[in-house]
């Protein structure tokens, strides 16, 4: 079984500073991993995502992050956060090389980015 | 590529009333999966398909729930007799098959069910 922690639930802070969001997953196999972010009353959106290959992985918004297979870790990092940051992040992880896989998702973290 | 649709996007019920939610896929997508989202957690699995087989429903909720993809394109999700606990963001998600077997779902906008 797969799962996911995200440790933080809230992350608040101001507009152009750096923001890191933790994740952390446990898998007795190997995995895929995923970033998406959703907005007030709206779906998810894929930020980026982890198959294979290099471990710094970017995507969409400025936002990229690390795979650390040993820490069995997948952090979110933006160098300067803006406004319309602010959202719920979620970590997601799935079965690699498989037919189909169902994502597990983290709890989220909520990104509060101010003036 | 006009993206994955759910209709409606509010749906306020009572309890014990039966609802229906629809989800039209991304074209060129063989796989759809539902997942449902309460408050302050993460979206958790329902069911999948692969064009109109259910390959996986052990993770509907209960009985009450049941999905269908009659022609391997839109899906429809049904809760009969609702309760106040099945009030919850419905999110319907599609995909792919694509390289190293990886499978990226592209999530609708979803359907909020308030069951008063």
């Known amino acids: 079984a797969q799962s996911v922690t995200q440790l933080d639930s809230q992350v608040p802070v101001f507009e152009e500073a750096p923001v890191e969001l933790r994740c952390n997953y446990s898998?007795?196999?190997?995995?895929?991993l995923f970033w998406y972010v959703q907005y007030p009353n709206q779906g998810l959106q894929l930020l980026l995502k982890?198959?294979?290959?290099?471990?710094l992985v970017k995507g969409i918004n400025g936002f990229e992050a690390e795979f650390n297979k040993s820490q069995t870790s997948f952090h979110l990092r933006k160098p300067s956060v803006h406004i319309s940051d602010t959202a719920e992040y979620f970590c997601?992880?799935?079965?690699?090389?498989?037919?189909?896989?169902?994502?597990?998702f983290g709890k989220g973290t909520m990104l509060l980015v101010s003036p | 590529d006009t993206g994955v649709s759910q209709n409606p996007r509010h749906k306020i019920t009572k309890r014990g009333q039966n609802v229906t939610f629809r989800c039209d896929p991304i074209?060129?997508?063989?796989?759809l999966y539902w997942y449902r989202q309460t408050l302050g957690q993460g979206p958790e699995f329902l069911t999948y398909?692969?064009?109109?087989?259910?390959?996986?429903k052990s993770r509907l909720l209960s009985d009450r729930f049941s999905a269908e993809r009659p022609k391997g394109s839109f899906s429809t999700l049904e809760i009969q007799r609702t309760e106040q606990g099945d009030s919850a963001m419905y999110l319907c998600?599609?995909?792919?098959?694509?390289?190293?077997?990886?499978?990226?779902?592209?999530f609708g906008p979803g359907t909020r069910l308030t069951v008063l």
């Open positions: 998600a599609s995909s792919s098959r694509g390289g190293q077997g990886s499978d990226t779902q592209y």
């Open positions: 898998s007795s196999v190997s995995v895929y």
């Open positions: 982890y198959l294979s290959g290099s471990t």
């Open positions: 997601a992880v799935t079965q690699g090389n498989s037919g189909y896989s169902t994502l597990t």
């Open positions: 074209s060129e997508h063989n796989r």
């Open positions: 398909f692969q064009n109109e087989a259910q390959l996986e």
